[in-house]
């Protein structure tokens, strides 16, 4: 059984900063490529990155590029993000999310926990 | 990339057809084969329910249905049921290497 489970949001002052962490279980890790997708409350859905099944291609969006860093740890079954220069259109619920093929990054579709809970990001002064 | 273009609603009844779109451009929806469809209820995780355009993960209805014209995808679901109600996101790769989500659609079934 696949599980994601997202750590690491709270409250934040603008200009701060967090690290998520999301631990996976249930498929084989280091083969498949993760995102960070985020969403704000009442609003939809916001990819922010996403980085390969070894670690050596990731990739942003717009609204993130230069404040974020994504990163994983195939020992550890484990995926970050680094949030900088955090801004109130930073609030959000982060969900973790893994490619649903192997070796397919980004291309067929990304798959959620379906009991992923995301971990809340609260920016405010 | 901007958003893709969704609808922000439609509504149908139950046994009826609806369609909902998602318009891109060429950097995107037009000029990949890689657009996904993901079904969102109230307070849960989003499931996949179509990718590569009209390919169904196991597991979903085949009352699903997607296809592609130019920038513009769009899903099908046909035989509407009470359970359809959700909001609904179509995704695209994109030519920067990263995804890009519709601003998402909410379905009301009568």
């Known amino acids: 059984e696949v599980q994601l489970v997202e750590s690491g949001g709270g409250v934040v002052g603008p200009g701060g900063s967090l690290r998520l962490s999301c631990v996976a279980s249930?498929?084989?890790?280091?083969?498949?490529?993760l995102s960070w997708v985020r969403q704000a409350p009442g609003r939809g859905l916001e990819w922010v990155a996403g980085?390969?099944?070894?670690?050596?291609?990731?990739g942003y969006a717009d609204s993130v590029k230069g404040r974020v860093t994504i990163s994983r740890d195939n020992a550890k079954n484990s995926l970050f993000l680094q949030m900088n220069s955090l801004t109130a259109e930073d609030t959000a619920l982060y969900f973790c999310a893994r490619d649903c093929s192997a070796f397919e990054w980004l291309a067929t579709g990304i798959c959620f926990d379906p009991r992923g809970q995301g971990t809340p990001v609260t920016v405010s002064s | 990339h901007s958003a893709l273009t969704q609808p922000a609603s439609v509504s149908g009844s139950p046994g009826q057809s609806i369609t909902i779109s998602c318009t891109g451009a060429h950097t995107d929806v037009g000029g990949f084969q890689y657009v996904s469809w993901y079904q969102q209820h109230p307070r849960t995780a989003p499931k996949l329910m179509i990718y590569?355009?009209?390919n169904r993960p196991s597991g979903t209805s085949t009352r699903f249905s997607g296809s592609k014209s130019g920038n513009t995808a769009s899903l099908t679901i046909s035989a509407l049921q009470p359970e359809d109600e959700a909001d609904y996101y179509c995704?695209?790769?994109?030519?920067?290497?990263?995804?890009?989500f519709g601003g998402g659609t909410t379905l009301t079934v009568l």
């Open positions: 590569e355009v009209s």
């Open positions: 995704s695209s790769y994109t030519s920067s290497g990263t995804l890009v």
């Open positions: 249930g498929f084989t890790f280091d083969i498949h490529g």
């Open positions: 980085i390969n099944w070894n670690g050596d291609s990731a």
